[in-house]
């Protein structure tokens, strides 16, 4: 298999993005696909001492696409951007002649999803394609879409995303029977706006998914359903708050126990093991990105901030 990664896309790119490169075809049976602007990537390389192979090669893409252009009249106009070559190389026979098989990309979300929508198309059936997000449950994981390529989604949308994260969580994930719930604000069916309003019925009279209900913010962390879904704008919101929140509760419980007495220490020095479990499973990084599903190709977007390890 082989990856095409935007190596331009992200806060710290190139660096962290050629990094976390060089180190998953060291540790991962793939090659990857280096795109974007060759004497930076090069420079990268050399500085850390790694030079291209058969399992890590470069593509030469002159432009890019910064996180404030609008992205549709972005990828028109910059048609050498390195997110429109490296989602072209899929596009080009899905792995045949040296293209790739899958795209990751760091770098605006936006101009992800219109490269893709673009350079890919839409699988049949499908109208918004949805970015599905994994959250650490208690129960393991809780797939949540849309959490961003959608900021107005409608009804029809939405029933949409239930059918992915549906499918996804069954073929993808191995849950046997995934439930699927709307996010909302309350459990009751008159509950919400007039989107999770009339999105409601739709998804109950849907045979093809074991529908639940609606669902609240907190379930998704207890895991009481396997799929949640809602329109691109809250998912980002409950995302990016969640995010934060992970890093805030270990922030606190590192600076408690630095600040505390002897006794303290010597006791989060025992629970030491138990503390970096939970740190790891909290990490957004472990996670690395998530897919773009309802386009007619693998597309992984990762966070804006991600670096080599992501």
């Known amino acids: 298999m082989k990856i095409a990664v935007d190596a331009m896309g992200g806060d710290y790119a190139p660096e962290e993005i050629v990094l976390g490169a060089v180190e998953a075809v060291k540790a991962y049976d793939f090659d990857v696909v280096l795109v974007g602007d060759e004497k930076k990537i090069r420079g990268v390389l050399s500085k850390y001492g790694a030079k291209e192979s058969d399992r890590l090669s470069i593509v030469h893409a002159s432009e890019v696409i910064e996180m404030g252009e609008h992205p549709a009249q972005a990828i028109r106009r910059k048609k050498d951007a390195s997110i429109v070559v490296a989602t072209r190389l899929v596009k080009d026979g899905h792995g045949a002649h040296g293209a790739a098989h899958a795209v990751v990309a760091a770098g605006s979300t936006g101009a992800a999803v219109t490269a893709a929508l673009f350079g890919l198309g839409r699988i049949k059936g499908i109208e918004r394609p949805c970015i599905a997000t994994p959250i650490p449950s208690k129960k393991g994981i809780t797939v949540l879409l849309d959490s961003g390529a959608n900021a107005n989604s409608k009804p029809k949308h939405l029933v949409e995303g239930a059918i992915m994260g549906y499918h996804y969580a ?3 994930l191995g849950v046997e029977k995934p439930t699927v719930g709307l996010l909302n604000i309350g459990e009751e069916a008159s509950k919400g706006n007039e989107l999770c ?17 609606n669902v609240e913010g907190r379930d998704i962390p207890k895991g ?10 809250v998912g980002n919101v409950i995302l990016k708050f969640g995010e934060g929140m992970a890093m805030f509760i270990i922030r606190l419980v590192r600076d408690t126990i630095k600040h505390s007495g002897f006794i303290a220490k010597l006791g989060a020095l025992a629970v030491y093991p138990a503390l970096k479990s939970l740190k790891k499973r909290l990490d957004f990084t472990e996670y690395g990105g998530a897919p773009l599903l309802g386009v007619d190709g693998s597309f992984i977007i990762c966070h804006g901030s991600s670096k080599a390890k992501a």
């Open 170 to 172: 069954k073929y993808i």
């Open 197 to 213: 309003q009339k999105t409601y019925p739709m998804l109950e009279n849907l045979k093809t998914i074991s529908f639940y209900g």
């Open 224 to 233: 009481t359903v396997d799929v949640v879904v809602c329109d691109g704008f």
